[in-house]
Every structure is written in structure tokens, then in C-alpha cells.
């Protein structure tokens, strides 16, 4: 590996100016997402030369096969049995209540059980999304063999007083989970609105007020978010932003489609040069370069989204694409650590087939500003993953306690670790997911298709690999994100 970055590392400079020289000049881009109207057209694949169809055949077969899990039975039970087993699992009390003289001791709230539907699973958001899991595995698995206690699950948390006791809450807390845990329950409504169960209907009726209710905020919220967060944890905008607009399309919802519509070109259109770089932070659990390209691909149209994305992606050759490759500490795993070696080695022999003259001066585009590299403003990684709101009059005290946030509080430096490793495994499987949903995306007959659709495979068979290593800090919600990866991949 030591080889591989000295001879990429001399080249980084050099093979980003020529990125930007010739992605502009062959798209005939003068400014940043202003094109001609061809690009709302269909979009078609490059035109490349031999060499660089060579490269990236070359680079997509360095890429290693591995073996992909199947979606069957046996996965389903894997991926409904962690649901069920923290759903009713009561978030800790928070850790860190001391002041300088004065201890704040915090009591249960009393029925919690009958008046509360997201107690369990470590933190709010991580209840939501396990109730999603079980609700899709359930509607793929109709026989499923634990279906009578899914059920019975579903029928506790989705229960007309439990539901009323979160929409009571939220009529006082504005800001609480805003946007990730209200995303998520827009794409729980969704499904549960889509299902042809005799008891879903009963159960989304119950859930309706407080989508509602989270629809209607993030319409009158999103013409007043001025800058996105781009970081790569809970407050990530355009993770959010896509799956609230998977459900409002589904959903019919068009007032909120609408004003999706109208804020994602507006903060992320001008984005180019993605400071891949950056990611992942220490404990992050998304990749804002690819949740920002899955996006945009849902909001622009195809001939926009090829031009837009040339311009923001490193070439899957490149060395600046090298960190999407590489989303869990392979260091505990020997065949995940080969995995790893093979795409660096990869991707190291396709730079050395570039033509040196072919890669021209360097341009402006690569003169930034050091703490920004790219067109993207620089976010560097943090610790804790959850930002301050943009509005603190709306309720700076309510922005969700993360799994980092509660074991920093208490000192428990173990506790910390176990955390923040359960975000990079998880990382493997977003990754993989958004790499899927790219490809999907991509002009066809682009060969950059195979290269995602290879590297979300590898993404995806080190997650499953490392799924179980962080204990409960891990199983309580990276089950819901390897179901999304599976349900990500094409159909044969």
C-alpha cells in the first residue's frame, strides 16, 4: 500500500487540473451549473478514447469478485431478528447530567410504553428506522416465520395512544430530529401507507398526524435553509432531503416535493470537486460526496445530473476517489484488508497508463483555498456528528443525543470506540447503497457503471463481514442499512 501512495501521490495536483480543464471544455460548461438545454435531455455516454476505455476497464477488472449475500430467508430472519430484539429496549438515561455543583437526575417518564412508540433501539431515530425494517422485511417475507411477533410489535409501537403521545411531544418540540428521524418516519408512513396488510392501514392511519405534521415543517424549513450540512452523520442534508423525497413521490406529497425541488439545485448546483478526500470523519456513517450525488440525480434531470456530476466526482481512476473505496477498518479482517490492497493496486496501474501529455496545466479550478479543496466548502470530520440547529429560536436544546454525544459524556472510552466503529461498518453498506443508486443513474452504456456496481458489491461484503463487531452499539441500527443496500442493487 506504501507503494501505491507514493506513486499517486505526485500526481493529485496535476490529475485534478486536468479533470476540471477537460470536463468543462468537452460539456461546454462556462459556469458552474449553467449548460445549454440539451442537459434536461436525455443524457448520453462519453465518448472515450481507447486508452481511457482501456483505463477504466483495466480498473474495474482489478476491482475483486466477492460474494454477494442473497436476499432470502435466511437474511430476512438475520435482519428482522435485530429489530426485534432492542424495540422494546428503553434508551439509556442520558450520561452526561452534571453541572459544576449541582447532579440533574433524570426519572422515566411513567407509561412510557403506552404513550411513547420510539423508546427503544438505543436513540429515537434508530426505533424509527427499526420499525421500517421490520415493516419492508414483513412485506418481502410475507410467511415470514417470526411474522405473529412482528406483528404484535407493530401493533405496541404503532398503536393509536403511543402515536398520540409522540405527535403531543412534537407540537412542542420543533427541531428534535430534524431532518434525520423526520425522514425516516416519512419513509416508514410510506411504507406502511403501500402495504396491503389487513392491520397497515390501521397502523398508518395512526402514524398520518405526525407525518403530517413533519411534512408540512420541512415545507415552511427548507426556503429558509441557507447553507446545507454536508457532514457525515445525522444532520447531513441531502441524505435526508432524498429520502423525504422518495416518499413524497410515492406519496403523492407535492406540495413537499415541490420545495425539495426548489432547495436541492439551490445548495448543492454550484458543489464541484468533492473533497473526497475528508471522508469518512472518525465515527461518520454516510459519505456526503455520494449522498450529495444520489440527490442530485433524483432532482435534476439526466442530461443535468451528467454534467453536474463529471464536474463533482473524481474520476473512479483517480486517486482522489481512492477514500470511497475503503469504508471500514479492514484491519481486523484479512480478506477485507486484501480487498482493499486490490482496488488501491487498481486504481494505482490506471493512473500509470495516463499519457502525461495529456494531462494539461494546472487551472484555477484546483488554486483553492487549503482548508477547501474543490468547489465544496470544507466541513472538516468531527467527533460529534450532530451540528447545532441553523435556527437556534426554534429550540437549540433539542437536537438528538448520538451514540458518540452519550458515551463521551460518561467517560466510557470503550463505549466510544464501539460506537464510532459501528458508524464505519454502517458506512460500508450506505456507501454501498448510494454507489448502486449512482450507477443507476449514470448514462447507459458508461463504464463507470460496472466500476460503481463492482465497488457497492465490495462495500457491501465488508459490511456483512463486520456487521456484528460493535455489539449493541452496532446491531441496533446496521441491520436497517444492510437491508437498504440489498434493496438498492439492480434486478436481474
Known amino acids: 500500500m506504501q507503494t501505491t501512495k507514493r506513486v499517486t501521490r505526485n500526481r493529485i495536483l496535476v490529475l485534478l487540473a486536468a479533470f476540471a480543464c477537460v470536463s468543462c471544455d468537452a460539456l461546454g460548461i462556462d ?42 430467508l435466511e437474511t430476512a430472519l438475520t435482519l428482522v431478528a435485530m429489530p426485534l430484539s432492542c424495540l422494546d429496549r428503553p ?42 425494517t421490520m415493516v419492508k422485511i414483513y412485506k418481502e417475507f410475507p410467511a415470514l416465520p417470526v411474522a405473529g411477533l412482528v406483528r404484535e410489535k407493530l401493533n405496541d409501537h404503532l398503536s393509536a395512544g403511543a402515536l398520540q403521545g409522540e405527535l403531543e411531544f412534537f407540537q412542542e418540540s420543533t427541531t428534535f430530529e430534524r431532518p434525520y428521524g423526520w425522514a425516516w418516519v416519512l419513509k416508514l408512513y410510506a411504507e406502511l401507507r403501500t402495504w396491503d396488510h389487513p392491520e397497515a ?42 429520502m423525504m423525497l422518495d416518499y413524497a413521490r410515492v406519496m403523492e406529497d407535492v406540495t413537499l416535493q415541490e420545495a425539495i425541488l426548489e432547495a436541492a439545485p439551490r445548495l448543492f448546483a454550484d458543489d464541484y470537486n468533492c473533497p473526497t478526500a475528508y471522508e469518512p470523519g472518525g465515527s461518520d456513517f454516510l459519505s456526503p460526496c455520494l449522498e450529495e450525488a444520489v440527490l442530485m440525480a433524483e432532482v435534476l434531470g439526466p442530461g443535468a445530473f451528467a454534467a453536474w456530476f463529471d464536474q463533482f466526482m473524481p ?49 484555477d479550478a484546483v488554486e483553492q483555498d487549503a482548508t477547501a479543496p474543490g468547489g465544496v466548502p470544507a466541513e472538516p470530520p468531527e467527533e460529534t456528528p450532530v451540528e447545532a440547529p441553523a435556527e437556534a429560536e426554534e429550540g437549540a436544546g433539542d437536537e438528538p443525543a448520538t ?21 464505519l ?56 442499512f444492510a437491508l437498504k443496500y440489498l434493496l438498492s442493487r439492480p434486478h436481474d
Open 315 to 363: 474520476p473512479v481512476t483517480s486517486r482522489e476517489f481512492l477514500p470511497l473505496t475503503t469504508p471500514v477498518d479492514a484491519s481486523v479482517d484479512d480478506d477485507a484488508a486484501e480487498a482493499v490492497e486490490a482496488v488501491e493496486a487498481a486504481s494505482a496501474e490506471a493512473e500509470e497508463t495516463m499519457s502525461p501529455a495529456a494531462v494539461g496545466p494546472e487551472s
Open 91 to 132: 434508551h439509556a438515561a442520558p450520561r452526561d447530567r452534571s453541572t459544576y455543583l449541582d447532579e440533574i437526575v433524570a426519572a422515566r417518564r411513567p407509561g412510557y410504553e403506552r404513550n411513547r412508540s420510539f423508546y427503544g433501539c438505543w436513540d429515537w431515530h434508530s426505533a424509527v428506522n427499526s420499525i421500517w
Open 201 to 242: 392501514a390501521r397502523w398508518a392511519d395512526n402514524l398520518q398526524p405526525l407525518a403530517t405534521l413533519f411534512s408540512g415543517r420541512m415545507v415552511a424549513y427548507l426556503p429558509r435553509l441557507q447553507r446545507p450540512s454536508r457532514r457525515g452523520a445525522h444532520s447531513n442534508t441531502a441524505f435526508s432531503l432524498t
Open 31 to 72: 459556469s458552474l451549473g449553467a449548460n445549454d438545454d440539451s442537459a434536461e435531455g436525455a443524457a448520453e455516454a462519453p465518448v472515450l478514447t481507447t486508452a481511457e476505455a482501456r483505463t477504466i476497464a483495466g480498473f474495474v477488472n482489478g476491482i475483486p469478485a466477492v460474494d454477494t449475500r442473497d436476499f432470502d
Open 425 to 480: 461498518i454502517g458506512l460500508a453498506f450506505i456507501r454501498a447503497a448510494a454507489m448502486n443508486r449512482i450507477a443507476a443513474a449514470l448514462p447507459p452504456g458508461d463504464p463507470r457503471i460496472n466500476a460503481y456496481h463492482k465497488l457497492a458489491a465490495l462495500h457491501g461484503s465488508m459490511g456483512f463481514a463486520a456487521m456484528f463487531d460493535a455489539d449493541y452499539a452496532g446491531s441496533h441500527w446496521i441491520g436497517t
Open 403 to 423: 451514540e458518540e454525544q452519550g458515551s463521551q459524556g460518561s467517560g466510557d472510552e470503550a463505549l466510544r470506540r464501539l460506537a464510532s466503529r459501528s458508524h
